[in-house]
Every structure is written in structure tokens, then in C-alpha cells.
């Protein structure tokens, strides 16, 4: 059988919105390169003196406007069908981690995503 060729490119970057000065998110790499049907974590860490930030990975598809995929408030059912399965994060609130993990990558996964703090609440 032919070689597995295709990848899957994930473009990341970061964005902090209605921040305070202090607030910051970090995603370490600019893009990744994930081989279909392999795991990926997309890590996002933020820095922030809230104690319970918002915390949210968007996804945009090219020419797209951006969509919520999950957040620290997402329960599994509420989280799109196109996600539900292969896309999760845990809240590790002392770490100030948000890291998303992408099961099984499909092409279409190739987008650019977004990790954002929301400080309200
Ligand atoms: C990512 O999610 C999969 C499926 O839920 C799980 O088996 C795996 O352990 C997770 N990886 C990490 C690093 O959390």
C-alpha cells in the first residue's frame, strides 16, 4: 500500500481578548505539522490573576470567520458534531493550561486556531 502522504497543517496563534495588562496567552509554535490519523496537542498557556478565566480554542477555516470549538465551560454535548469526538482540553487551572488535544487528525483539520482568554467572570 502506498505511503500515507498527506498532512495535516495546523497554523496557531494567539489572542487575549479583553485583557487587563498583565493578561497574557502563549502558544509556543506557530504552526505544527500533524500526520493524518495521529494525535496532536495544541498548547496554550495563559498568565492571568484571574482565578477562573475564560478559556477558549477557536478554529478558522480558511476564509472563514472564526468558531468556538470548546471552552472551559463546554460540556461534551456542547461542543459542534464536527468536534465532539477527537477534540478535547482539560482545565489545568494551577498549570494555567488549556492545552487542545486533536485525536485521529483529519485533512480538514487544516485551519488556524486560536487559544483566548476572557479574564470576566
Ligand atoms: C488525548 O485524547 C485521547 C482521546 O480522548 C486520549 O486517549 C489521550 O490520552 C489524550 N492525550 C493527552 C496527552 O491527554
Redesign the pocket.
Known amino acids: 500500500m502506498e505511503q500515507e502522504r498527506t498532512w495535516v497543517t495546523v497554523l496557531l496563534f494567539c489572542l487575549s481578548i479583553k485583557m487587563t495588562r498583565a493578561d497574557s496567552v502563549t502558544q509556543p509554535s506557530n504552526s505544527i505539522v500533524v500526520k493524518q490519523r495521529e494525535?496532536s496537542?495544541i498548547q496554550c498557556k495563559y498568565e492571568t490573576a484571574v482565578t477562573a478565566p475564560g478559556v477558549f480554542w477557536y478554529i478558522q477555516d480558511p476564509n472563514q470567520a472564526p468558531q468556538l470549538i470548546l471552552s472551559v465551560y463546554s460540556e461534551k454535548e456542547d461542543i459542534p458534531p464536527r468536534f465532539q469526538h477527537r477534540f478535547?482540553a482539560?482545565h489545568e487551572k494551577t498549570e494555567k493550561t488549556f492545552h487542545l488535544?486533536i485525536?485521529a487528525a483529519v485533512l480538514s483539520d487544516s485551519a488556524t486556531y486560536f487559544c483566548a482568554l476572557s479574564p470576566t467572570l
Open positions: 494525535s496537542i478535547s482539560s488535544n485525536t
